[in-house]
Protein backbone atom coordinates (compact mmCIF):
# COMPACT_ATOMS: atom_id res chain seq x y z
CA UNK A 1 0.00 0.00 0.00
CA UNK A 2 0.76 3.64 -0.67
CA UNK A 3 0.12 6.32 1.74
CA UNK A 4 -0.25 9.32 0.05
CA UNK A 5 -1.41 11.96 2.61
CA UNK A 6 0.19 11.94 5.98
CA UNK A 7 1.65 14.64 8.30
CA UNK A 8 4.59 12.50 9.78
CA UNK A 9 7.12 14.81 9.04
CA UNK A 10 8.02 16.29 12.44
CA UNK A 11 7.90 19.68 13.89
CA UNK A 12 6.85 21.84 10.59
CA UNK A 13 2.62 21.91 11.12
CA UNK A 14 0.22 20.25 13.27
CA UNK A 15 1.22 16.48 12.70
CA UNK A 16 4.15 14.63 14.64
CA UNK A 17 5.90 16.36 17.07
CA UNK A 18 8.94 14.28 17.36
CA UNK A 19 11.50 12.65 15.29
CA UNK A 20 10.75 9.47 17.46
CA UNK A 21 7.04 9.52 17.55
CA UNK A 22 7.42 9.79 13.83
CA UNK A 23 10.16 6.67 13.30
CA UNK A 24 7.71 4.90 15.79
CA UNK A 25 4.85 5.52 13.26
CA UNK A 26 7.13 4.95 10.37
CA UNK A 27 7.48 1.39 11.98
CA UNK A 28 4.09 0.75 12.45
CA UNK A 29 3.55 1.63 9.15
CA UNK A 30 5.53 -0.91 7.26
CA UNK A 31 4.38 -3.51 9.54
CA UNK A 32 1.05 -3.29 7.93
CA UNK A 33 2.12 -3.15 4.49
CA UNK A 34 2.69 0.50 4.07
CA UNK A 35 5.42 0.31 1.07
CA UNK A 36 5.81 4.37 0.09
CA UNK A 37 4.88 7.45 1.70
CA UNK A 38 4.56 10.97 0.83
CA UNK A 39 5.29 13.64 3.62
CA UNK A 40 2.25 15.78 2.92
CA UNK A 41 2.86 18.98 5.33
CA UNK A 42 0.28 21.18 5.61
CA UNK A 43 1.22 24.70 3.10
CA UNK A 44 -1.36 27.67 4.28
CA UNK A 45 -0.59 31.02 4.02
CA UNK A 46 -0.24 33.01 7.13
CA UNK A 47 -1.10 29.89 9.35
CA UNK A 48 1.84 27.03 8.15
CA UNK A 49 3.99 28.84 5.71
CA UNK A 50 7.97 28.41 5.50
CA UNK A 51 10.17 28.47 2.41
CA UNK A 52 10.87 25.58 -0.34
CA UNK A 53 14.82 25.75 1.73
CA UNK A 54 13.10 25.15 5.02
CA UNK A 55 11.14 22.35 3.89
CA UNK A 56 13.82 20.43 2.19
CA UNK A 57 16.42 20.62 4.89
CA UNK A 58 13.72 18.98 7.17
CA UNK A 59 12.90 16.41 4.53
CA UNK A 60 16.12 15.76 3.98
CA UNK A 61 17.65 15.25 7.49
CA UNK A 62 14.29 13.28 8.59
CA UNK A 63 14.82 11.40 5.21
CA UNK A 64 18.48 10.48 6.24
CA UNK A 65 17.29 9.00 9.57
CA UNK A 66 14.93 7.08 8.50
CA UNK A 67 17.43 5.53 6.14
CA UNK A 68 20.18 5.07 8.87
CA UNK A 69 17.31 3.20 11.37
CA UNK A 70 16.47 1.04 7.87
CA UNK A 71 12.76 1.54 8.22
CA UNK A 72 11.47 -0.18 4.49
CA UNK A 73 9.64 2.55 3.39
CA UNK A 74 10.08 4.82 0.40
CA UNK A 75 9.50 8.85 1.25
CA UNK A 76 8.28 11.21 -0.96
CA UNK A 77 8.38 15.11 -0.15
CA UNK A 78 4.61 16.23 -0.68
CA UNK A 79 2.80 18.72 0.72
CA UNK A 80 -1.57 19.84 1.42
CA UNK A 81 -2.01 22.87 0.08
CA UNK A 82 -4.79 25.03 1.42
CA UNK A 83 -6.54 26.88 -1.65
CA UNK A 84 -6.52 30.55 -1.33
CA UNK A 85 -6.69 32.92 -4.64
CA UNK A 86 -3.15 32.66 -6.56
CA UNK A 87 -2.01 30.19 -5.07
CA UNK A 88 -1.44 28.64 -8.35
CA UNK A 89 1.93 31.21 -8.31
CA UNK A 90 3.77 29.39 -4.84
CA UNK A 91 2.83 25.66 -6.06
CA UNK A 92 4.55 27.11 -9.12
CA UNK A 93 7.39 28.70 -7.50
CA UNK A 94 8.01 26.28 -4.43
CA UNK A 95 7.58 22.69 -6.35
CA UNK A 96 4.54 22.09 -3.95
CA UNK A 97 3.61 19.01 -5.46
CA UNK A 98 4.03 15.09 -4.89
CA UNK A 99 7.82 13.91 -5.13
CA UNK A 100 8.47 14.91 -8.10
CA UNK A 101 4.78 14.69 -9.95
CA UNK A 102 2.53 17.21 -10.95
CA UNK A 103 -0.35 15.94 -8.83
CA UNK A 104 -0.98 18.53 -5.74
CA UNK A 105 -3.14 17.71 -2.94
CA UNK A 106 -5.29 20.72 -1.95
CA UNK A 107 -7.60 21.26 0.86
CA UNK A 108 -10.34 23.98 1.23
CA UNK A 109 -12.45 25.17 4.21
CA UNK A 110 -14.12 21.87 5.73
CA UNK A 111 -17.48 23.84 6.26
CA UNK A 112 -17.95 25.27 3.21
CA UNK A 113 -18.73 24.32 -0.70
CA UNK A 114 -15.44 22.87 -2.39
CA UNK A 115 -17.04 23.94 -5.34
CA UNK A 116 -16.72 27.28 -4.97
CA UNK A 117 -13.10 27.11 -5.23
CA UNK A 118 -12.98 25.25 -8.53
CA UNK A 119 -11.87 28.84 -9.86
CA UNK A 120 -8.52 28.26 -7.36
CA UNK A 121 -8.19 24.58 -8.42
CA UNK A 122 -8.60 25.23 -12.37
CA UNK A 123 -5.97 27.95 -12.59
CA UNK A 124 -4.23 24.86 -10.91
CA UNK A 125 -5.36 22.98 -13.90
CA UNK A 126 -4.55 25.77 -16.42
CA UNK A 127 -0.59 25.24 -15.06
CA UNK A 128 -0.74 22.05 -15.81
CA UNK A 129 -1.10 20.68 -12.25
CA UNK A 130 -3.04 17.82 -11.55
CA UNK A 131 -5.20 18.70 -8.30
CA UNK A 132 -6.01 16.25 -5.85
CA UNK A 133 -9.34 16.91 -3.06
CA UNK A 134 -7.97 15.50 0.38
CA UNK A 135 -10.72 14.03 2.56
CA UNK A 136 -13.31 15.24 0.00
CA UNK A 137 -16.15 13.77 2.52
CA UNK A 138 -15.69 15.58 5.02
CA UNK A 139 -16.66 18.58 3.45
CA UNK A 140 -20.49 20.00 4.35
CA UNK A 141 -21.22 20.84 1.38
CA UNK A 142 -20.91 17.25 -0.34
CA UNK A 143 -21.73 15.39 3.05
CA UNK A 144 -25.21 17.60 1.67
CA UNK A 145 -24.71 16.90 -2.22
CA UNK A 146 -22.38 13.96 -2.42
CA UNK A 147 -22.98 15.09 -6.42
CA UNK A 148 -20.81 17.84 -5.64
CA UNK A 149 -17.56 15.40 -5.80
CA UNK A 150 -18.81 13.95 -8.99
CA UNK A 151 -18.88 17.43 -10.36
CA UNK A 152 -15.25 18.36 -8.96
CA UNK A 153 -14.17 14.96 -10.72
CA UNK A 154 -15.61 15.35 -14.29
CA UNK A 155 -13.57 18.81 -14.22
CA UNK A 156 -10.68 17.03 -13.88
CA UNK A 157 -10.26 16.98 -10.22
CA UNK A 158 -9.38 13.44 -8.14
CA UNK A 159 -10.61 12.52 -4.88
CA UNK A 160 -9.17 11.37 -1.94
CA UNK A 161 -11.12 9.56 0.81
CA UNK A 162 -9.44 9.30 4.21
CA UNK A 163 -9.33 5.72 5.58
CA UNK A 164 -10.49 6.32 9.11
CA UNK A 165 -13.84 8.11 7.30
CA UNK A 166 -15.03 4.75 6.25
CA UNK A 167 -14.66 3.58 10.13
CA UNK A 168 -16.58 5.25 11.54
CA UNK A 169 -14.04 7.95 13.10
CA UNK A 170 -15.85 11.25 12.11
CA UNK A 171 -19.13 10.32 12.31
CA UNK A 172 -21.96 8.77 11.13
CA UNK A 173 -22.44 11.30 8.30
CA UNK A 174 -19.09 11.67 7.25
CA UNK A 175 -18.99 7.81 7.22
CA UNK A 176 -21.62 6.94 4.74
CA UNK A 177 -21.07 9.79 2.53
CA UNK A 178 -17.22 7.96 2.07
CA UNK A 179 -18.58 4.65 1.87
CA UNK A 180 -21.32 6.82 -1.13
CA UNK A 181 -18.18 7.72 -2.62
CA UNK A 182 -16.01 4.61 -2.93
CA UNK A 183 -18.98 2.32 -4.23
CA UNK A 184 -20.42 5.43 -6.94
CA UNK A 185 -16.27 4.67 -7.87
CA UNK A 186 -15.73 8.65 -7.02
CA UNK A 187 -13.03 8.38 -5.22
CA UNK A 188 -8.78 7.56 -6.70
CA UNK A 189 -7.27 7.44 -3.67
CA UNK A 190 -7.66 6.46 0.38
CA UNK A 191 -5.14 7.77 2.31
CA UNK A 192 -4.94 8.07 6.05
CA UNK A 193 -4.35 11.82 6.43
CA UNK A 194 -2.22 10.61 9.75
CA UNK A 195 -0.98 13.38 12.29
CA UNK A 196 0.16 10.60 14.47
CA UNK A 197 -1.90 11.34 17.31
CA UNK A 198 -2.93 7.86 17.57
CA UNK A 199 -2.18 4.23 16.34
CA UNK A 200 -2.02 3.48 12.27
CA UNK A 201 -4.80 0.92 12.53
CA UNK A 202 -6.95 2.99 10.22
CA UNK A 203 -5.33 2.55 6.91
CA UNK A 204 -4.83 -0.94 7.61
CA UNK A 205 -8.07 -1.76 8.50
CA UNK A 206 -9.89 0.11 5.54
CA UNK A 207 -8.19 -1.76 2.98
CA UNK A 208 -9.42 -4.68 4.21
CA UNK A 209 -13.16 -3.33 4.55
CA UNK A 210 -13.19 -1.93 1.28
CA UNK A 211 -11.88 -5.53 -0.13
CA UNK A 212 -14.65 -7.06 2.03
CA UNK A 213 -17.56 -4.91 0.88
CA UNK A 214 -16.21 -3.53 -2.27
CA UNK A 215 -14.10 -5.89 -4.13
CA UNK A 216 -10.32 -6.57 -3.92
CA UNK A 217 -9.79 -4.69 -7.55
CA UNK A 218 -11.28 -1.44 -6.25
CA UNK A 219 -9.19 -2.05 -2.78
CA UNK A 220 -6.05 -2.29 -5.10
CA UNK A 221 -6.92 0.85 -7.26
CA UNK A 222 -7.47 3.13 -4.30
CA UNK A 223 -4.44 2.23 -2.01
CA UNK A 224 -1.94 0.95 -4.84
CA UNK A 225 -1.85 1.19 -8.24
CA UNK A 226 -3.53 4.95 -8.38
CA UNK A 227 -0.89 6.11 -5.87
CA UNK A 228 2.00 4.16 -7.66
CA UNK A 229 0.96 6.32 -10.75
CA UNK A 230 1.31 9.82 -9.15
CA UNK A 231 5.42 8.64 -7.87
CA UNK A 232 5.71 7.69 -11.94
CA UNK A 233 3.68 10.71 -12.71
CA UNK A 234 1.11 8.68 -14.80
CA UNK A 235 -2.31 9.92 -15.82
CA UNK A 236 -5.01 8.20 -13.64
CA UNK A 237 -8.13 7.61 -15.83
CA UNK A 238 -10.68 10.02 -14.47
CA UNK A 239 -13.76 7.65 -14.84
CA UNK A 240 -12.47 3.96 -13.94
CA UNK A 241 -16.15 2.20 -12.73
CA UNK A 242 -17.87 0.59 -16.11
CA UNK A 243 -22.12 -0.67 -15.82
CA UNK A 244 -21.77 -3.53 -17.95
CA UNK A 245 -25.21 -4.25 -18.52
CA UNK A 246 -24.90 -7.71 -18.72
CA UNK A 247 -22.43 -9.10 -16.41
CA UNK A 248 -21.86 -6.77 -13.38
CA UNK A 249 -25.36 -7.19 -12.07
CA UNK A 250 -24.90 -8.86 -9.47
CA UNK A 251 -21.74 -6.88 -8.47
CA UNK A 252 -23.80 -3.77 -8.16
CA UNK A 253 -26.33 -5.07 -6.90
CA UNK A 254 -24.23 -6.16 -4.23
CA UNK A 255 -22.42 -2.74 -3.63
CA UNK A 256 -25.05 -0.90 -3.49
CA UNK A 257 -26.56 -3.35 -0.86
CA UNK A 258 -23.68 -3.01 1.08
CA UNK A 259 -23.92 0.89 1.22
CA UNK A 260 -27.41 0.85 2.45
CA UNK A 261 -27.13 -1.57 4.94
CA UNK A 262 -24.66 0.37 6.87
CA UNK A 263 -26.82 3.67 6.34
CA UNK A 264 -29.11 2.15 8.17
CA UNK A 265 -28.27 0.01 10.74
Known sequence: ???????????????????????????????????????????????????????????????????????????????????LPGIEDDVQSMGLTMGESAYVLVETELNGRPTDDYGSM????????????????????????????????????????????????????????????AEQGWAHFIASDDHVRSSYEHMLAANIIVSDNIDRYTADLLFDEHPRYIIENKRIQRNYVKVLKDNSSNRLNRRSAGFFNRLFR
Open 1 to 83: MIDIHCHILPDIDDGSKSVDASLAQLRAMADGGITDAFLTSHYFRGHYQYSKDEYKAKYNTFAQEVAHQQIGINLYPGFEVFL
Open 122 to 181: YQLLRKGFKPILAHVERYVGVMLNPYEAYNLMIQDIYLQLNAGSLLGSYGSKVESTAWYL
